[in-house]
């Protein structure tokens, strides 16, 4: 998970079947259509993933199998804290780290209410340290329940722990990003790995480990390709093509997600199923249309800057 070379770790979907249990089947396809994508590593039991409707035994499990498919070829990193005491939390994380995860990954609104401090905070950060023995950890700005946002003084004296190897940022500000990368150069086993893709370049060129994004669920190939060419003066164009390819489709990619991903994967051939235990509005005849709009779109960009679609 380290600053080199730039890499993309998705946040991954989990595939359940329409009765609403998990298809382990389909994530085994879906784990190797990120690998097939050239994807640097795995975000298993995330967000995208609907980490909070699993029970802690699926947590598990649907991490195991993604590191048995994944069978070496890339690190992968689980959430690991889901409320309540430190104690339970850092159980939870050890049982986790067996599994053979890289990274146990701390939920930033986990550890601290919307209404307390910093110091709160890391104060329980430590103590989860102390309780985790020598885990590697990472911090996840999950914006579920809300979103807590580290400073870049935090981020300075927790990653100088040498316990904290990466971070998936969600704050959207360029500049505080800089500041964290900043605070953290001098621990080369340190990643920051950026969310948001309306800077995705900028981001890159001041020293991202790489990207970490929903748009990883629709064409993840698109994104190793830009982490590979993003500072590539012969790619300068196409580069400022992607991106702003990105920027003009963010909302369509956001509305009913999951579910539009599920759909957009199953235009591309993936046998999954559009099921999500989480209500994230209605998939009606507009969105389709939209996903449709946007699956002829990234055919067109994929044709123009010669980026080889994977299946």
């Known amino acids: ?53 699993l029970t802690e035994a699926e947590r598990l499990a649907v991490t195991k199998h993604v590191i048995k498919i994944a069978n070496g070829a890339v690190p992968v990193v689980a959430a690991g804290t889901f409320g309540g005491s430190i104690t339970s939390q850092a159980d939870f994380i050890k049982r986790l780290y067996d599994t053979g995860i890289e990274a146990a990954i701390v939920i930033t609104s986990m550890l601290a209410g919307e209404w307390e401090k910093p110091e709160q905070f890391d104060e329980r950060f430590y103590s989860l340290l102390q309780q985790t023995e020598d885990i590697p950890l990472g911090f996840y700005e999950c914006p579920v329940p809300y979103k807590r946002v580290l400073s870049a003084s935090e981020v300075k004296q927790f990653v100088d722990t040498g316990r904290v190897i990466y971070y998936k940022d969600t704050c959207l500000d360029l500049g505080l990003i800089k500041a964290k990368l900043e605070a953290s150069e001098s621990v080369p086993s340190f990643g920051l790995y950026d969310a948001y893709m309306g800077h995705a370049v900028e981001s890159l060129k001041a020293g991202s480990a790489g990207l970490s994004c929903i748009q990883g669920n629709y064409f993840p190939e698109l994104i190793v390709w830009l982490c590979k060419y993003y500072d590539d003066p012969s790619k300068k164009e196409e580069v400022a093509q992607v991106q702003q390819f990105f920027i003009d489709q963010m909302d369509v990619m956001h509305e009913v997600y999951p579910v539009v991903a599920k759909y957009f994967l199953q235009k591309r051939g993936l046998k999954i199923s559009r099921y999500t235990r989480t209500f994230v509005g209605v ?16 055919q067109l960009l994929y044709q123009e800057i010669e980026v080889p679609i994977i299946t």
Do not use: H
Not at 7 to 29: A, C, H, Q, S
Not at 283 to 298: G, H, M, P, R, S
């Open 283 to 298: 998939f009606n005849e507009k969105v389709q249309t939209q996903i449709d709009q946007l699956y002829e779109a990234y």
């Open 1 to 53: 998970m380290s600053k080199q070379p730039k890499g993309f770790i998705p946040v991954m979907l989990t595939p359940f079947k329409d009765n609403g249990e998990v298809d382990y089947n389909g994530l085994t396809k879906l784990t190797e259509f990120y690998l097939n994508a050239g994807a640097a590593g795995l975000f298993a039991n995330c967000q995208s993933s609907e980490m909070f409707t």
